[in-house]
Nanobody, 124 residues
């Protein structure tokens, strides 16, 4: 069973950038599609971005296209989320998720492995 550990969250001013990482020491990481989701206080968990096992297919929430970029390094068993031009409304706990298979799913119920989350706070 893959275990996921997120890192890279923190406090940043509006307009700044952060790069989140999601790492696992378990194999075979390259067999898993990976996703990032976020949940703000009082709101439902929402899709941010996803990437196929090969990295050849990606999906993004429409509202985040152009600011967020997902990528992966299968040699390092790590998936990344580069977040630029951050806004206060990006404040949330960000979760990494994994599911074995093809494609880059966008629905949270498809994923069966979740990390503990990392807090991102964007100040105005």
């Amino acid at each position: 069973q893959v275990q996921l550990v997120e890192s890279g969250g923190g406090l940043v001013q509006a307009g700044g950038s952060l790069r989140l990482s999601c790492a696992t020491s378990d194999a075979p990481f390259s067999s898993y599609a990976m996703g990032w989701f976020r949940q703000a206080p009082g709101k439902e968990r929402e899709f941010v971005a996803s990437i196929s096992w090969s990295g050849g297919s990606t999906n993004y929430a429409d509202s985040l296209k152009g600011r967020f970029t997902i990528s992966r390094d299968n040699a390092k068993n790590t998936v990344y989320l580069q977040m630029n031009s951050l806004k206060p409304e990006d404040t949330a706990v960000y979760y990494c998720a994994a599911v074995r298979g093809v494609g880059a799913p966008t629905r949270p119920y498809v994923y069966n492995i979740w990390g503990q989350g990392t807090q991102v706070t964007v100040s105005s």
